[in-house]
């Protein structure tokens, strides 16, 4: 469930330290104060998605639901194990050696923030992969009418025994309130699953996406799902 043409290829030029403090609005001071630029990563991604890593969690009928930004030294092994599976490589296309997965975390893991891989933790076991990205930002946006702060997501259900009894309708509608309930200037949370995988599609409109349209993208012909702010409570 990706787009193949990344949002690194977007990735706008780093800001230094003195910058980015005024980007954020705050002034700019000199020596001891000196913005630790370290942080910006962090900045960017409270700037572009409002920091995944602060969301909390959320109650699903399977268990408590929350999203934690990938670390490749401790999860690496773990998600080339997911893409290695037969089921998950027929769409994510990542099967190989830890560097494939690895180059493809890296993407987004050096990009500006509009991008930011995470790992599914369900009562604090990781059991899924999940990529909450800015699509008015992504090459998505070419393909349909992007509105500011459209907010995208791609994932994936790790442990075949996880799918097939509908957990991914109940997570898809705790992501999707997740993402409405921590990011106040979205109104919109999109995704572009391929048409040819049912479940995923079937997924998505159980848990109050709609099919807004089908869409040609690089390497597939995919649903365009949208689940809308004002339909939160409805859908």
Not at 90 to 111: C, F, K, N
Request: aromatic share 6%; charged share 25%; with cysteine.
């Amino acid at each position: 469930m990706r787009l193949t043409d990344t949002a690194a290829g977007l990735a706008r030029p780093r800001l230094d330290a003195a910058d980015a403090v005024d980007a954020f609005g705050a002034r700019r001071h000199t020596h001891a104060h000196r913005l630790n630029v370290d942080l910006l990563p962090l900045l960017a991604e409270a700037d572009l998605l409002d920091s995944p890593a602060t969301w909390g969690s959320v109650t699903t009928r399977a268990g408590a639901f929350r999203l934690e930004p990938v670390r490749p030294g401790r999860d690496l092994e773990l998600l080339t194990a997911w893409m290695n599976d037969p089921e998950v490589a027929a769409y994510w296309e990542l099967a190989g050696p830890a560097a494939v997965t690895a180059a493809h975390l890296r993407s987004q893991l050096d990009g500006d923030g509009r991008s930011i891989p995470c790992l599914g933790l369900l009562d604090g076991t990781p059991m899924s992969y999940w990529e909450i990205y800015r699509a008015d930002l992504d090459p998505i946006s070419r393909h349909y009418p992007a509105r500011p702060h459209d907010t995208g997501i791609h994932l994936l259900i790790g442990d075949g025994t996880n799918r097939g009894r509908g957990l991914g309708t109940a997570l898809l509608r705790a992501v999707a309130d997740l993402v409405l309930g921590n990011r106040p200037r979205c109104t919109r949370v999109v995704a572009e699953p391929d048409i040819r995988n049912t479940p995923s599609v079937s997924a998505f409109l159980s848990s109050g996406f709609r099919c807004h349209a089908e869409i040609d993208l690089p390497e597939k012909r995919a649903a365009l799902m949208v689940r809308e702010r004002v339909l939160r409570n409805l859908l």
